[in-house]
C-alpha cells in the first residue's frame, strides 16, 4: 500500500523491519532517498496511542487507557499467561451492536479505528511492558475481544492483521490472532474471501432467538441460524476449530434447556466452547451464576461431546474482563 502511494518497495522494507523488527518507536529518515523522506514526512505518523492511565491487577492484568489524537479514548487489556501475556484490542471507539450484557455497548459508536490506531494499541502496550517489566514482556497471542464490533470495521482491521502476521512486519502467526464477533454477517460473508486465515470466534451465549435478541440485538436483523451457516462455510484449517463464547447469566441461559439447544448445534462440528460466568459490572442487569450452577451447566453440555472449558476471566478488580470495557466510565 505504501509502495502504491509512492514509496519505493526498498524504503517500505527499511521502515517496517525498523518500526516492526527493531522496536523503534522515533521516525527514521537517515537512510532514505531524498524522495521518500519526503514522502514519509508528508504522509506517515510515527504518533502511537497515548497512555492517559494505566491500572494494574494483583493478578498482572495490565489495562490501558489510551488517548487517540482527537481526545477520544479507547482501552486494551494485557492479560498474563505463564510469563506471557495475550494483549485484547479494541477496534473501534464504543460499539453499534448494544449488547445488553455488555459495558461498551452502554457506550454507544462514537467511530471506527484506523490501523495505525489498532497496532498502535500492541505497539504501545509492548513498550511499556518492555520498559516495566523486561523479564516478562513477551505479547505471544491478540484477541480482538476489546471494545467494538471488529467486523464493523472490517477493512482496518483485517489492514491491521497483515502487518501483524507480514514477515516484513511483527510476523505473527495467524492462530495466535483471534477476531470475535457478535455475528456481523456481512463481514462473515467476506471472511472467505478477505481475512487472513485466523481464528474465529463467535459471541453465541444462546441459541434461543428470544433470549439472543435480549443480549445481542443485531441478532434480530442477523439471526443466529443464518450467522452459524456463514461460519460454518468458511474454511477451516487442519486442527482449527471455532470458538463459540457463552456467556453464562444466573437464571436467564443457565438452564438445562439452553445446554441442550447448544450441543444439538454444535454437536459433530469443528467447535470449542469457551463457558464464561458473566462478570457483573455498575448497572449490569444480570447476575453470576454459582460455581455449582456454571459445572452443572457445562455436565449437560458434556453429554453432546462438545468441547468446552470454563473460562474465569482476569482482571476483575479493575474491570478489565469480558464485556467491561468502557472508555467513559473509566
Ligand atoms: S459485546 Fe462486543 S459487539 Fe457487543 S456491544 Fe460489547 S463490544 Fe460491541
Known amino acids: 500500500m505504501l509502495v502504491s502511494q509512492g514509496l519505493s518497495v526498498s524504503g517500505a522494507t527499511l521502515l517496517f523491519n525498523w518500526h516492526y523488527k527493531l522496536r523503534q518507536f522515533e521516525p527514521c529518515t537517515e537512510d532514505f532517498a531524498k524522495a521518500s523522506q519526503k514522502f514519509i514526512e508528508e504522509n506517515l505518523s510515527f504518533a502511537l496511542p497515548e497512555i492517559d492511565t494505566i491500572q494494574e491487577s494483583d493478578d498482572r492484568t495490565v489495562k490501558f487507557l489510551f488517548k487517540l489524537h482527537d481526545g477520544r479514548k479507547i482501552e486494551t487489556v494485557l492479560i498474563p499467561s505463564n510469563k506471557k501475556y495475550g494483549i485484547c484490542l479494541s477496534s473501534q471507539v464504543g460499539c453499534a451492536m448494544k449488547c445488553s450484557f455488555c459495558h461498551t ?101 444462546s441459541m434461543d432467538t428470544a ?70 459490572f455498575p448497572g449490569a442487569k444480570y447476575e453470576r451464576p454459582t460455581r455449582e450452577e456454571v459445572d452443572r451447566f457445562k455436565a449437560w453440555l458434556d453429554v453432546y461431546d462438545v468441547p468446552s472449558l470454563v473460562r474465569f476471566t482476569k482482571g476483575h478488580d479493575i474491570l478489565a474482563a469480558c464485556g467491561q470495557l468502557n472508555s467513559k466510565s473509566s
Open 211 to 280: 433470549k439472543r435478541n435480549e443480549l445481542i440485538p443485531i441478532n434480530a436483523k442477523y439471526p443466529v441460524e443464518k450467522v452459524l451457516d456463514a461460519i460454518d462455510k468458511i474454511p477451516k484449517k487442519k486442527k482449527s476449530f471455532v470458538i463459540y463464547e457463552y456467556l453464562l447469566a444466573k437464571g436467564f441461559n443457565d438452564a438445562e434447556v439452553d445446554a441442550c439447544q447448544l450441543g444439538e448445534r454444535l454437536q459433530g462440528k469443528r467447535a470449542f466452547v469457551n463457558i464464561i460466568p458473566f462478570n457483573p
Open 105 to 205: 455497548g452502554l457506550q454507544g459508536l462514537e467511530r471506527h479505528l484506523g490501523t495505525h490506531e489498532i497496532v498502535g494499541q500492541l505497539l504501545a502496550a509492548q513498550k511499556w511492558l518492555t520498559e516495566n517489566r523486561p523479564d516478562d514482556d513477551r505479547i505471544s497471542t491478540m484477541v480482538f475481544m476489546g471494545q467494538g464490533e471488529p467486523l464493523h470495521n472490517f477493512d482496518s482491521v483485517r489492514k491491521a492483521i497483515e502487518i501483524f502476521i507480514t514477515q516484513h512486519g511483527l510476523c505473527y502467526a495467524a492462530d495466535k490472532i483471534t477476531v470475535s464477533t457478535a455475528g456481523f454477517l456481512p463481514g462473515l460473508e467476506r471472511w472467505k474471501d478477505e481475512m487472513p486465515g485466523v481464528n474465529i470466534a463467535l459471541s453465541l451465549h
